[in-house]
């Protein structure tokens, strides 16, 4: 009788285990493909590609898929002065010379670089 109660103790140690298992990996996978990747993406909506010298292009950062974790956007540009508003969603840029620019917003998800958008603006000189 002794053997028999160990025995099914045993087995429920292990299903119990295997269970407690499944749902760990399961809350990991939640936010990952099946390559292990985190599914997250960001798009760039542009105020405008053709702007003139000295005006201001606004651009907003539109994030996807970040399931509630601690999401950032760092942009960059290739010319122009820069700020940062609405926590770095939204990047508003005075272009100061004429010609073809890159603006790029890319997605931090946890500390880790996700994806990064571009878009390229026209900066046309005052006639």
Known sequence: ???????MLTGLMVVG????????????RSHRTSE????ASVTIESSGRDVMVGETATF??????TYGRD???RWSSTAGDMTEEQDGRVARVKFKESGTYTVKATLLVDSREVQTAMTEVRVRPVN
């Open 1 to 7: 009788m002794k053997m028999r109660v160990q025995a």
């Open 17 to 28: 285990t295997m269970v407690g298992a499944a749902g760990l990996g399961a809350c990991e």
């Open 36 to 39: 292990g990747r985190v599914p």
């Open 60 to 65: 907003i950062a539109r994030t996807r898929d």
């Open 71 to 73: 999401a950032n956007i």
